[in-house]
């Protein structure tokens, strides 16, 4: 996914990578220009992210579950 998500950014190409979280709707940090962009690229498609750690700060999608697409 880190490569689709680099090559759409470098072609310009409008494939939604930042869409893509980790399986406990974790961001994921090896995207471009992480977390601030696919913060805002998903805040500004109405998620709301939350931050969480002191040390080892990470963020996450709230309420991912409702968002989830199931299989036909």
């Known amino acids: 996914m880190n490569i ?9 190409d ?3 990578y930042w869409r893509t979280l980790k399986s406990d709707s ?3 940090p090896g995207f471009p220009n992480a977390p ?3 913060i ?3 805040e500004s ?5 939350v931050q969480k750690g ?4 990470r ?9 989830l697409v199931s299989e036909i």
């Open 59 to 67: 963020y996450f999608v709230k309420d991912y579950e409702n968002y």
């Open 26 to 28: 974790e961001l994921n």
């Open 14 to 16: 409008d494939v939604p």
């Open 40 to 42: 805002a690229l998903l």
């Open 4 to 12: 689709s998500a680099h090559a759409s950014v470098e072609t310009g």
């Open 45 to 49: 498609e109405g998620f709301e992210i």
């Open 54 to 57: 002191r040390k080892k700060i």
């Open 36 to 38: 601030e962009e696919q």
